[in-house]
Antibody, heavy 118, light 108 residues
């Protein structure tokens, strides 16, 4: 069965960086885009961008350009999302999620809580 | 950038029908996907490509899309349908995904 398993919760200080991992199993990792979506406490879903695991190509939401980096390691079917220069309002649950091309997102990771606090 | 607007909340009695709208400029020309999110859980896809259901999603969930409004309809609402619902499209002009503002469905 398809599974996306994310790394554990993180606590970071303002100005630091965080890297969240997402290990995929149960399907061909390179056959689906991997998206990153975040949700601040009590807020809605915010799309951050996607990576094409086959080519490594990325597409970031304008808000996150220059600030987020999405990578992947096909040898271990794992995608990564690194967010730099963290601020307190980056405190959120970060999800990885896959789609087939530009279709709906059909599987989600369990989410990773990133807390930014001094 | 493309904007999707949803009502903040919808209330419905058990057994009745809930309709959640998602407004966007000429959204009828796009494929709309809907997600259900319960507290503390990851979202779940309940309708894709305007009106198709993933396996395991009850037939009570249906969707439509025309003009400037897409609609998720939940028939014979149950207490377990209480959740936040989000619409989502792919905006071809920016090659970006866009989520709606979200609607909290309350079962009275």
């Amino acid at each position: 069965q398809v599974q996306l398993v994310q790394s554990g919760a993180e606590v970071k200080k303002p100005g630091a960086s965080v890297k969240v991992s997402c290990k995929a199993s149960g399907y061909t990792f390179t056959g689906y885009y991997m998206h990153w979506v975040r949700q601040a406490p009590g807020q809605g879903l915010e799309w951050m961008g996607w990576i094409n695991p086959n080519s490594g190509g990325t597409n970031y939401a304008q808000k996150f350009q220059g600030w987020v980096t999405m990578t992947r390691d096909t040898s271990i079917s794992t995608a990564y999302m690194e967010l730099s220069r963290l601020r307190s309002d980056d405190t959120a649950v970060y999800y990885c999620a896959r789609s087939h091309g530009t279709g709906g997102v059909d599987y989600w990771g369990q989410g990773t809580l990133v807390t930014v606090s001094s | 950038s493309y904007v999707l607007t949803q009502p903040p909340s919808v209330s419905v009695a058990p057994g009745q029908t809930a309709r959640i709208t998602c407004g966007g400029n000429n959204i009828g020309s796009k494929s709309v996907h809907w997600y259900q999110q319960k507290p503390g859980q990851a979202p779940v896809l309940v309708v894709y490509d305007d009106s198709d259901r993933p396996s395991g999603i009850p037939e009570r969930f249906s969707g439509s899309n025309s003009g400037n409004t897409a609609t998720l309809t939940i028939s014979r609402v149950e207490a377990g349908d209480e959740a936040d619902y989000y619409c989502q499209v792919w905006d071809s002009s920016s090659d970006h995904y866009v989520f709606g503002t979200g609607t909290k469905v309350t079962v009275l």
